[in-house]
């Protein structure tokens, strides 16, 4: 695709903005009896979330029940047996989920590299698969306001990898394609997703787990930030 210089930053939300809240899932689980500390948690979600990013999951599930089968492949690589006990306790998040989002936290560096964006002149939107909350959710963690929309797909009908949300997000923004990338951290939803919309994808792949996949990689969204002001992606408005 030919480079037209950059202008709009999609972003997901989850896996790159905000992730699980590993101390309420820890606690969660210690209350059925289950030990799982919350770096140990964190430290497995990688590796589940690479074996849910197959093709064929992902043409054969939905965003809700990937997410639930990811926190069984979590336990499973933290070393926690699945039981009656683990069902349970999901079952409670699952519910705190339903009406907080159990994504709320937001590591070290996210605003930072949020505001950079901004500075450079650079229209963001978010872009996710999410439950209804996600405007709402983002607003309360501070980070609303760094976007120019938010696009929740359960608002729309339709979700990631599905072209037609990277559309609605072009129109909301006002942007073409071509000067525009979307940034995720599953490539089967959100890379292959933007290409069938005609936008870059860009794979946050924190951990180095996807070696030889056929688009850009950041490992961080410092790094992000910092290709784009070298113009990787095509000069920006304030370069």
Same mark, same amino acid.
């Given at each position: 695709m030919k480079n037209h210089g950059l202008r709009t930053v999609f972003l997901d939300a989850g896996g790159v903005l905000v992730?699980?809240?590993? =101390?309420? $899932?820890?606690? =969660?689980?210690? %209350?059925?009896g289950i030990v799982a500390a919350p770096e140990v948690l964190a430290r497995a979600e990688p590796i589940a979330k690479k074996q849910i990013d197959e093709h064929s999951t992902v043409a054969t599930t939905d965003d809700a029940s990937r997410g639930w089968q990811y926190f069984n492949l979590i336990l499973t690589a933290a070393g926690v047996p699945l039981s009656k006990a683990t069902e349970t306790a999901l079952g !409670?998040? %699952?519910?705190?989920h339903r009406e907080r989002n159990l994504w709320e936290l937001v590591p070290d560096g996210v605003t930072r590299a949020l505001q950079a964006l901004v500075d450079m002149d650079l229209r963001l939107? &978010? &872009? /996710?698969?999410?439950?209804g909350t996600l405007?709402? #959710?983002l607003d309360r963690l501070g980070l609303g306001r760094y976007a120019h929309c938010v696009l929740d797909s359960f608002d729309h009908g339709v979700e990631k990898p599905d072209p037609r949300l990277f559309r609605i997000a072009l129109e909301r923004t006002g942007s /073409? /394609? !071509?000067?525009? $990338? #979307?940034v995720g *951290?599953?490539?089967y939803i959100d890379v292959v997703g933007a290409r069938a919309a005609n936008i870059r994808g860009v794979l946050l792949d924190e951990q180095g787990l996807y070696d030889g996949v056929d688009c850009p990689r950041v490992r /961080?969204? *410092?790094e992000l930030v910092t290709? $784009?002001?070298s113009g990787e992606f095509g000069a920006t408005a304030s370069s």
């Open positions: 992730y699980p809240n590993w =101390t309420r $899932i820890s606690a =969660t689980l210690a %209350r059925h !409670e998040l %699952r519910a705190y939107a &978010v &872009v /996710s698969n999410a439950n405007c709402a #959710h /073409s /394609s !071509e000067t525009t $990338i #979307h *951290d599953l490539y /961080s969204l *410092d290709r $784009i002001r």
